[in-house]
């Protein structure tokens, strides 16, 4: 399956047909009707195949000043999942945040930096655990069911580009990815 992928920025005339994002979209429909096991397994390598794309490293120059910038590059028509690609600038970071639906994510070129947190049952608050350097290809599934709360920011000098693959459409109404959690501070 070919899926045509515009750029930011370019005319329709600069659109191509794009066979690793078919691929991915074939893998994360067929993950969808397997278990719970096969789909975060089959979704996990797709997404990782997938970051090695070359068109997702030229979407660095599609950057925001003022914060990460999420470019929509398919959305599921049955509503069932969204792949965005995320152009992180130096000194971008996410929320402290977990998810409404699972999410898969590859890091396709530049360096970032993932913090997990666990949740302090007493208070509700997220408390850092650990902080991981992410390298290009790096690639992780969670259900929302997990639990997994985590922040992710690029803190090196070269913009980093990740693949995002969420169980739920992004940006329609109730499509919200992110559920926004407070983090302790201070400790």
């Known amino acids: 399956m070919n899926i045509s992928l515009a750029l930011p920025g370019r005319s329709g005339a600069a659109t191509r047909q794009a066979a690793w994002l078919g691929r991915l979209v074939g893998a994360v429909e067929e993950g969808l009707e397997r278990g719970r096991a096969a789909r975060r397994a089959l979704i996990a ?3 990782a ?3 090695r794309a070359p068109e997702l490293r030229d979407l660095r120059r599609f950057g925001s000043q003022r914060c990460y910038a999420r470019h929509l590059l398919h959305a599921d028509p049955l509503e069932r999942f ?3 690609a995320l152009v992180w600038r130096r000194g971008q970071f996410s929320p402290v945040h977990g998810h409404h639906a699972w999410c898969a994510f590859a890091l396709s070129c530049g360096r970032l930096l993932e913090t997990r947190y666990a949740i302090c049952e007493a208070d509700g608050l997220a408390i850092p655990q650990d ?4 390298a290009p290809f790096f690639a992780d599934f969670t259900e929302a069911a997990d639990g997994h709360v985590h922040r992710l920011g690029n803190a090196a000098r070269q913009v980093a580009v990740s693949l995002h693959v969420y169980g739920r459409v992004w940006g329609t ?3 919200g990815v992110n559920r926004p959690v ?3 501070t201070g400790d």
């Open 45 to 47: 390598e797709a997404v």
């Open 182 to 184: 407070v983090a302790r």
């Open 131 to 134: 902080t991981l350097p992410l």
């Open 82 to 84: 969204s792949i965005l």
């Open 49 to 51: 195949e997938a970051s």
């Open 173 to 175: 109404a109730g499509g």
